[in-house]
């Protein structure tokens, strides 16, 4: 274990010596003999700044951790160290011995959650270690845009997958503690280690698992067009397809059952809607309250996953939902799904009714021969659109 003095603790812990003093004061911070603190000193007093800047005073903190209401102890641990600490180096500096420019450096700060940096801002040690991706990638022919996109990307899933941890852990760990009179839950115990270490682990996994399938697609896509230019196979000129899935009544379903009913609906329609558009290869990109967008590489598939995902919809007993589907080019950029196509497709699921998939009249002629059949509407007005537009209603062959 480490031990600082008070400005090396002051430091790591991005407050000033006056700070630090001052929670030694009132015994927020223990020192040991010496005068030196330790890495959960430092921790705490960042924890204890974030407090006061949420509006808990030091004085209140003080009180509880005396009187016994409080304690800040479990900051010792190490796995506390994700709590990351200040570097020597400013982004300056490091911009100046990597040779990598500093709007770039700043980058990795935004895709950790935080505000962009200044130049003499201090490196936190979590952000030092994403700086050798950054520089090998660099090296490897990615573009800045291309670097900068995989940074927000990833950074933003990973906010999603922490809030999402952390939610569930105040749910049921620490609540249920706080509500049997304990200060802090028991983290210490050998499961909650080993979790920890487990929950990296399986979040490797998982990412490597998505990657398998971005990967293959690379596989399947580089020789395709290798074999179409030796004139050996003619390469598939079908259009991907954008669908999106809203549900009826969600507004009003809030009003009348509160958030939490919203929240379990959006729980369950993403558990239906990852099944079914998996079974027939879409992936959902874009998840949006009462809806979701998803992206196929085939518009006959994406009829019928929305087909089944509306099915589903009936048959777990929640709200109807209604489709749209559109197809041709789209534009991939950090995730998302951009241009004309995804515009076409919201608009035609805002016109659909309840339990209706609606199509244009791309995806009927992309979509033959599938064990489907469509009923035409004719050429139809859609809000934004500035053309009408021919569409159909989906369902199964009999």
């Known amino acids: 274990m480490s031990v600082y003095s008070a400005d090396e603790a002051a430091h790591r812990a991005g407050v000033t010596r006056d700070y630090i003093e001052s929670l030694i004061q009132l015994g927020l911070l223990k020192p040991d003999p010496s005068g030196m603190l330790s890495d959960g000193d430092a921790r705490r007093a960042a924890c204890i700044e974030a407090m006061n800047r949420a509006g808990v005073p ?23 160290e994700r709590f990351a600490a200040t570097s020597d180096e400013t982004f300056a500096e490091l911009a100046g011995r990597t040779g990598i420019a500093i709007e770039m450096l700043g980058i990795i700060r935004e895709s950790l959650g935080s505000p962009p940096p200044t130049p003499d801002d201090y490196v936190r040690e979590s952000e030092l270690a994403i700086v ?58 050998d499961d909650m280690r080993r979790l920890n270490n487990e929950t990296d682990t399986s979040i490797v996994a998982l990412y490597h698992g998505q990657q398998a399938h971005a990967w293959l697609r690379n596989v399947v896509n580089g020789v395709g067009s290798l074999l179409a ?5 003619a390469a598939s000129e079908r259009q991907p397809a954008i669908c999106f899935l809203d549900i009826t009544g969600y507004t009003r379903l809030t009003q009348e059952r509160g958030d939490a009913a919203a929240a379990k609906l959006a729980e369950n329609l993403s558990r239906i809607v990852q099944r079914t558009s998996a079974s027939h290869n879409g992936k959902p990109v874009k998840w949006l309250g009462d809806g979701v967008m998803v992206y196929f590489e085939d518009p006959g598939q994406a009829v019928a996953g929305a087909l089944d995902m509306v099915a589903a919809l009936r048959e777990a007993g929640l709200p109807p939902g209604h489709v749209g589907i559109a197809t041709g080019e789209v534009i991939f950029q950090q995730g998302d799904y951009y241009g004309q196509t995804v515009n076409l497709a919201a608009r035609i ?50």
């Open 58 to 80: 030091r004085e209140a903190l003080s009180a509880g951790v005396a009187s016994g209401s409080v304690a800040l102890d479990f900051l010792d641990d190490p796995v506390y």
């Open 132 to 189: 050798p991706y950054v520089d090998i990638a660099s090296r490897a022919g990615y573009a800045p845009d291309a670097i900068e996109s995989l940074l927000r990307v990833a950074g933003d899933s990973m906010r999603r997958i922490a809030e999402t941890e952390g939610g569930l852990f105040y749910r049921d760990i620490l609540s249920p503690a706080l509500a049997r009179g304990l200060n802090t839950p028991d983290l210490e115990t």
């Open 229 to 233: 230019n030796a004139g050996l196979h």
């Open 349 to 398: 699921a805002d016109f659909a009714r309840p339990g209706e998939v609606l199509v244009s009249a791309a995806v009927v002629e992309a979509a033959q021969g599938r064990g489907l059949s469509f009923t035409g509407l004719g050429p139809v007005e859609l809000k934004g659109v500035a053309e009408p537009i021919d569409l159909a209603t989906a369902a199964r062959s009999v």
